[in-house]
């Protein structure tokens, strides 16, 4: 059915296709060999409050999206190191804010954001908080 030509081109589509799979089931790693962090988003906005509605990406895709309720936690692993910007609604309140910076977070293995109702809350250890950045209000 195929000719040498045919045969060729068949082994090298699935040398190739084999070589995609198991790059992209892999962790996105640095140049350094480190791996590239999880973002950990918790939601500490007050008990019965509306879901905080979490929409993620970088400058050119969107690539996460989460409804997370009072107390709950959301995990996302990065695949570039490359800023990543959160766009959130929370009732009559917005906020845009970078949530990697490769800068700062290179080297962590997880970024810890804490929404409250004054701000948000960046840690590594998820013991230290610091607050980056505030809502903004209609």
């Known amino acids: 059915m195929f000719g040498n030509c045919g045969r060729m081109m068949l082994i090298h589509v699935i040398i190739f296709s084999f070589t995609i799979s198991i790059s992209s089931s892999s962790p996105a790693r640095l140049s350094n060999g480190g791996q590239l962090p999880v973002l950990n988003f918790i939601n500490g906005l007050p008990k ?50 970078k949530v990697y ?19 948000f809350y960046r840690s590594w250890d998820k013991s230290t908080w610091t607050r980056e950045f505030e809502w903004e209000h209609e």
């Open 48 to 97: 019965n409050s509306e879901p905080w509605e979490l929409r993620c990406g970088n400058q050119s895709t969107n690539e996460h999206h989460a409804y997370l309720k009072t107390g709950a936690e959301d995990q996302w692993r990065i695949d570039k190191n490359v800023g990543y910007s959160c766009d959130t609604l929370w009732g009559n309140q917005f906020a845009y804010w």
């Open 101 to 119: 910076r490769p800068g700062e977070d290179s080297g962590k293995a997880t970024v810890f954001w804490l929404a409250k109702d004054d701000g």
